[in-house]
C-alpha cells in the first residue's frame, strides 16, 4: 500500500532551521507532484509548498514565501521541505501528501497522506 513517511520534525529556535523529509513508498512517485500542509494548534490544514513531478515548478504560501524550499529526489522518492528563518508562528504538524494534478492548494486535491511530523518553534 501507499506509504508517506515524514522525518526530521523537531524542537527549534526562533530563527534557526529544520529540514523535513518524506519517504513515499507503494506508488509510482515521478509521477505525482508533492506538497506539504501544516495545522498549527486550532487551526485548520493550510498549504505550505508544492513541487512538480520532474522538481521544475515551485509553488509557496506567501507566509513561507523566501524563507521555505520545497525540493525532491525521484532517485529516492523523497520530498524535502528546508525550512529557514523559522517563527513561532510556524508551530505546527507537518504533512506531506501527492497528488496527480499541479500546483494544487487544497487537501481535497491530493491523494495519499503522511502520518505529519511535529515542528516547534520556541521563541
Known amino acids: 500500500q501507499v506509504q508517506l513517511v515524514e522525518s526530521g520534525g523537531g524542537l527549534v529556535q526562533a530563527g534557526g532551521s529544520l529540514r523535513l523529509s518524506c519517504a513515499a513508498s507503494g506508488l509510482t512517485f515521478s509521477v505525482y507532484s508533492m506538497g506539504w500542509f501544516r495545522r498549527a494548534p486550532g487551526k485548520e490544514r493550510e498549504f505550505v509548498a508544492s513541487?512538480?513531478?520532474?522538481?521544475?515548478?515551485?509553488y509557496y504560501a506567501d507566509s513561507v514565501k523566501g524563507r521555505f524550499t520545497i525540493s525532491r529526489d525521484n532517485t529516492k522518492n523523497t520530498v524535502y521541505l528546508q525550512m529557514n528563518s523559522l517563527k513561532p508562528e510556524d508551530t505546527a504538524v507537518f504533512y506531506c501528501a501527492a497528488t496527480p494534478s499541479n500546483r494544487v492548494t487544497k487537501t481535497v486535491g491530493y491523494t495519499y497522506w503522511g502520518q505529519g511530523t511535529q515542528v516547534t518553534v520556541s521563541s
Open positions: 513541487i512538480s513531478r520532474s522538481g521544475s515548478d515551485t
